[in-house]
Every structure is written in structure tokens, then in C-alpha cells.
């Protein structure tokens, strides 16, 4: 699996990711079920509110190899700061909408 991760810019002032790397190392959360290696190919951020941005990352991340695109726990789930993006759902539409369908989407990484 190459999977890129994408959080919110919100978050990223303070939380540097480790949680979700360590989920990808260890196989833990979203990635509990994979049987395969898995590399990170790209850690980004949405592009800040209302994440537009996330769209031609995730585009430009399947052209560099990724088969995967993870969604990181602060967007969808909130974690750590308690608050999901309220764009999380359309982002996610708009972005599946614009990769292949061979492309998995995974909603949270931890």
C-alpha cells in the first residue's frame, strides 16, 4: 500500500503527525486489516478551511504512486482537538469523485 495522508492545517501548528505515522507502522487503526508493506508516500495538509486544496493534493498524490488516500484522524474524528472539519463529508465526495475507483479511501488513520 502507498498511502498519502492528508490533515487539517488547523491542526498541524501542533500536532506533528507521529500518532499516524505510528498507526501505519504499527498497523493499527484504519490500517489494522493490511497485510501488505505500506509507505508513506505524502503527508499534507487540506489547504485550510473549507479544503479545496485537498482535492488537487490527493490528485497530485495518485499521479506520484499513491493507491491510498487516508483521511487523518483530525479531519474526520476531530482527534486530538475535539472538533471534526465540517467539510470532512464534501471533501471526501469531491475527492472520490475525482480519483479512480481503484483508489481507497480510508476515513481516519488512528
Known amino acids: 500500500m502507498k498511502v498519502a495522508i492528508i ?3 488547523q491542526t498541524e501548528d501542533y500536532c506533528p503527525g507521529t500518532i499516524d505515522f ?3 507502522r504499527e498497523k493499527s487503526g484504519a490500517f489494522s486489516n493490511t497485510n501488505e508493506d505500506i509507505e508513506i508516500i505524502g503527508f499534507v495538509n487540506c489547504g485550510g478551511c473549507p479544503g479545496k486544496k485537498a482535492v488537487l493534493r490527493a490528485k497530485e498524490s495518485v499521479k506520484r504512486g ?3 488516500i487516508a483521511f487523518a ?3 474526520q474524528k476531530g482527534t486530538p482537538m475535539g ?3 465540517p467539510f470532512a463529508k464534501k471533501m471526501k ?3 472520490q469523485k475525482g480519483l479512480p475507483k481503484t483508489i481507497k479511501i480510508l476515513d481516519y488513520t488512528h
Open 83 to 85: 472538533y471534526p472539519c
Open 66 to 68: 499513491a493507491d491510498t
Open 22 to 24: 505510528k498507526a501505519v
Open 7 to 9: 490533515r487539517c492545517m
Open 93 to 95: 465526495e469531491v475527492i
Open 73 to 75: 484522524s483530525c479531519i
